[in-house]
C-alpha cells in the first residue's frame, strides 16, 4: 500500500488515539519529531516505535533537526550538546583538515544518538550563505560565506551521518543566507541579480546536488520568480533546484504551516504540490491543519515515488564508533577555534 505524499509531526510525547487513526488511515511517508516530542530515551524509542507501528512500515523514515548549536531537538539531560555550524568554519579557516574531520566527528556522534532511537533522518547539512544584514535565523548555523567552503563543510556532515547509518536532508535549497527575515514569521524576499546568485548561493549547492533528500526555501527570488517563494514556484524548482543546481533527489518543502506562506493550510499544499515539490512537510502537529495536507497530497507515485524509494535505499549501515574517543577528538578540535560554545 502507497503513502502519501507528506511527512508529519506529532502533537506530544505519545501518540493519541485520534493522530493513531489519522495515521493509518492517511498513510504518511515519513514522521518528524520535536522538543514538544522529547523527553528520555525510552519515551522517544516507545514513540518512534508507536509512529511506525500506526503507519504499518518498520521502514518508515524518522526525521528530526539536530545541526548542533542552536537547533538541537535533543539535549542535556540526556544527550550532549554539539558544535554550532560556524564553528566548523572557523576551525576549517585554521585548518582545513581539522575542520572538515570536526565537521564529520559531530555528524558521527550525532547519527549514533539518534540510531539509538530509532530516527533514520537527520535535517542536515545547511548550505546556506549568510551575508551582512541578513536576518539571524541562519546566522551561526551556517559553515560560512564561500561556496566552496560550505560544500566542502557539508560533504563532511553527509559523510558523518551516512557513516552513522542516518540519512540527510540538505537545506535550505537553493539557499536561506539572504533572507532578511525568518521565514517562520514572514516571507523574505530577495532581489539578487541571478548571476550573483548562481555565482554564491546556487553555487554551495551544486557540489551536493546527489544527496538523497533536500529542503526547500521559503524565500522569493524575484530574478527568477517575483510571486512565489521558491517552494511554491514551479520556476525556481524546474530552472535552477533541478536545472542549475542538479538536484535529483527527494524535494520536500519546508515546514507548510509557517508564516511564510499564503493562503490556508489546503491552498499551500496544493501549491506546493503542483509547483514540483515531492513531499509536504507538516511539522506543528495540529491534527485539522494534518487532516488539511493530507486531503491535498497524491499518493506517491511516477518519479516521486522513485526517489523517494531511492533515497531510502541509499542507507547505510552503520559503522563502529567508540564514542568517548571520537567525542574527545571532536572537543580537542573545536577548542582550537577559540570560540565560546553556542
Request: proline letters at 7%.
Amino acid at each position: 500500500m502507497n503513502s502519501r505524499a507528506f511527512i508529519t509531526g506529532v502533537s506530544g510525547l505519545e501518540l493519541s488515539a485520534a493522530e493513531r487513526e489519522f495515521i493509518r488511515l492517511e498513510r504518511p511517508w515519513g514522521f518528524i519529531l520535536f522538543k514538544r516530542n522529547i523527553d528520555t530515551p525510552k519515551q522517544v524509542i516507545h514513540l518512534v516505535q508507536e509512529l511506525r507501528n500506526a503507519v504499518g512500515g518498520a521502514d518508515a523514515p524518522v526525521l528530526i533537526d539536530q545541526e548542533g548549536g542552536r537547533v538541537q531537538r535533543l539535549g542535556p539531560p540526556h544527550w550532549p550538546v554539539y558544535p554550532a555550524g560556524a564553528r566548523f568554519g572557523a576551525l576549517y579557516d585554521i585548518d582545513q583538515a581539522a575542520g572538515l574531520s570536526a565537521a564529520r566527528l559531530s555528524a558521527r556522534l550525532i547519527a549514533a544518538d539518534l540510531l539509538d532511537l530509532g530516527i533514520t533522518v537527520d535535517c542536515l547539512p545547511l548550505a546556506d550563505l549568510p551575508v551582512p544584514g541578513a536576518d539571524a535565523v541562519i546566522g551561526n548555523r551556517a559553515y560560512g560565506t564561500e561556496p566552496a567552503k560550505v560544500a566542502a563543510i557539508a560533504r563532511a556532515v553527509t559523510k558523518g551521518l551516512e557513516q552513522g547509518g542516518v540519512l540527510p536532508v540538505l537545506k535550505h535549497i537553493p539557499g536561506h543566507g539572504r533572507a532578511t527575515a525568518d521565514t517562520h514569521f514572514r516571507l523574505p524576499e530577495v532581489d539578487t541579480p541571478r548571476p550573483e546568485l548562481e555565482r554564491t548561493d546556487f553555487a554551495a549547492f551544486r557540489p551536493l546536488a546527489d544527496l538523497p533528500m533536500a529542503m526547500t526555501a521559503h524565500v522569493v527570488f524575484s530574478a527568477l520568480d517575483p510571486a512565489h517563494p521558491a517552494t511554491t514556484s514551479a520556476t525556481i524548482i524546474e530552472q535552477v533546484i533541478r536545472g542549475v543546481i542538479g538536484f535529483q533527489g527527494l524535494l520536500m518543502s519546508d515546514d507548510v504551516s509557517m508564516n511564510a506562506l499564503a493562503g490556508s493550510i489546503a491552498e499551500r499544499t496544493r501549491a506546493i504540490v503542483t509547483a514540483g515539490c515531492d513531499m509536504v512537510l507538516h511539522c506543528n502537529g495540529d491534527l485539522d491543519e494534518m487532516r488539511a495536507v493530507a486531503r491535498e497530497t497524491p499518493e506517491l507515485s511516477g518519479e516521486a515515488l522513485q526517489r523517494a524509494m531511492r533515497a531510502l535505499a541509499s542507507r547505510k549501515a552503520p559503522q563502529q564508533l567508540d564514542r568517548l574517543t571520537a567525542r574527545a577528538e571532536l572537543d580537542a578540535l573545536i577548542n582550537r577555534t577559540g570560540m565560546p560554545d553556542a
